[in-house]
């Protein structure tokens, strides 16, 4: 394991002296209360403050406490979280909530091992909520601090590694004060958010450009070395847009599977040997339609654990036509782009214009 190429003790004192001039005044940082701290935390894995701050409002308004969160169907819950994208989020934010109140009296934990144990919560989620609410002295290992770590010590290796995890956890681990955990925390969150952001690091605003190797050798904008794209399968869908007096049909996924609870227009897979043409007039015919279909287009979207290559066909029904019972989910255009769609059918959206 590589040591840090500077006193581990002269990050924080260099980080809380920025903090308490340019650290940011976000909702979530008036609290101590460790569920509107894990709430945000959920809400920022994968999304920025500017797009969170609405859907943090509008959840503690509908869901005050941790309890009022588990009695809610996961339904309501996916439906609030809809535009925000990463469903699993949601889902897991359900999970937890249940679980705190059913296992912990409605009280969250305080220690990183045992967040750990709860849906949705990694190690650096566990790091976050216990310094953030509880001043425990946890590490966090986020983006930010990845990034900011890659750069400090010009880690020119791919920085999602095996390797890479082992040595950034340790660095952040010795860089963690005793003192001030909540302050280091989110001083280190902010630098990453606004000054050793992705692209262009504000080099000469940084407190730390004093320590940084990446600055040293002139890498800062090398650095992190891009992450060689994981393989994944590929499965091939054909889905319907079926319209009828200007809305589509719709239906949500069962809340126990895939993409669970999310609302996609009617689809089919594609197996070898078939066509996306063949299987849309099949659901069209499933539906108990018929007529001409025209190729809206096809896209690619990436989910964590494959790629979906998701052709689209729209059709139109008359207006006398009788749709089965159990599908009665017709959505206008305007009500679609606020409905919970998942990525692919998100995307797919776009190419009915409009
Ligand atoms: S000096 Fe530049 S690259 Fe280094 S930590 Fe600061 S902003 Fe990031």
């Given at each position: ?16 002296g ?7 005044d976000?909702p ?8 509107r701290?894990?709430?945000s935390e959920i809400?920022l ?5 500017a ?18 969160l ?6 309501t819950v ?7 994208g990463y ?5 897991n ?25 709860l849906?949705g ?9 216990s ?13 930010n ?8 010590c010009?880690w020119?290796e791919a920085p999602r ?5 082992q040595?950034?956890?340790?660095w952040?681990e010795?860089?963690?004060p005793r003192?001030?955990?909540?302050d280091?925390t ?11 952001t ?14 940084c190797?990446?600055?040293?050798l ?17 499965r091939?869908e054909a889905a ?9 049909l719709?239906?949500r ?12 227009f009617?689809?089919?897979?594609v197996?070898a040997?078939?066509t996306p ?10 539906q108990?339609?018929a ?7 096809q896209?690619s979207?990436?989910y964590?654990?494959?790629?979906l290559?998701?052709?689209l066909f729209h ?6 036509f009788?749709i089965?019972?159990?599908l009665?989910?017709?959505?206008s ?9 998942h990525g ?11």
């Amino acid at each position: 394991m590589a040591e840090l190429p500077f006193d581990p003790a002269a990050i924080p004192a260099a980080l809380l002296g920025w903090y308490a001039r340019a650290g940011r005044d976000l909702p979530w940082r008036q609290t101590r209360d460790p569920y509107r701290i894990w709430l945000s935390e959920i809400m920022l894995q994968q999304t920025g403050v500017a797009a969170v701050t609405d859907y943090y409002r509008r959840f503690l308004e509908n869901f005050p406490t941790v309890g009022q969160l588990a009695a809610a169907p996961l339904e309501t819950v996916i439906d609030l979280w809809a535009g925000l994208g990463y469903y699993a989020r949601a889902r897991n934010l359900h999970a937890t909530a249940r679980r705190i109140v059913k296992e912990h009296a409605e009280t969250f934990p305080d220690q990183p091992e045992e967040l750990m144990r709860l849906p949705g919560i990694g190690r650096s989620t566990a790091g976050a909520i216990s310094a953030l609410a509880f001043d425990k002295r946890a590490p966090i290992l986020d983006g930010n601090v990845r990034r900011i770590l890659c750069r400090l010590c010009a880690w020119r290796e791919a920085p999602r590694s095996a390797r890479a995890e082992q040595q950034f956890w340790r660095w952040a681990e010795l860089l963690t004060p005793r003192r001030q955990v909540h302050d280091y925390t989110q001083a280190i969150m902010d630098l990453g958010a606004t000054v050793c952001t992705p692209r262009a690091p504000a080099c000469a605003a940084c407190p730390l450009d004093r320590f940084c190797q990446a600055r040293k050798l002139g890498l800062e904008r090398e650095l992190p070395l891009k992450q060689p794209a994981k393989q994944v399968p590929l499965r091939v869908e054909a889905a319907l847009l079926l319209c009828r007096d200007d809305a589509y049909l719709v239906r949500r996924r069962p809340a126990d599977g895939l993409l669970g609870g999310l609302w996609e227009f009617p689809t089919r897979p594609v197996p070898a040997g078939k066509t996306p043409q063949a299987q849309a007039e099949a659901l069209l015919l499933e539906q108990g339609g018929a007529g001409p279909l025209r190729t809206l287009g096809q896209i690619s979207h990436r989910y964590s654990h494959f790629r979906l290559e998701l052709h689209l066909f729209h059709a139109t029904l008359a207006g006398s036509f009788r749709i089965a019972e159990n599908l009665r989910d017709w959505r206008s255009q305007p009500e679609l782009k606020k409905l919970a769609l998942h990525g692919a059918h998100k995307k797919g959206l776009k190419l009915l214009g409009g």
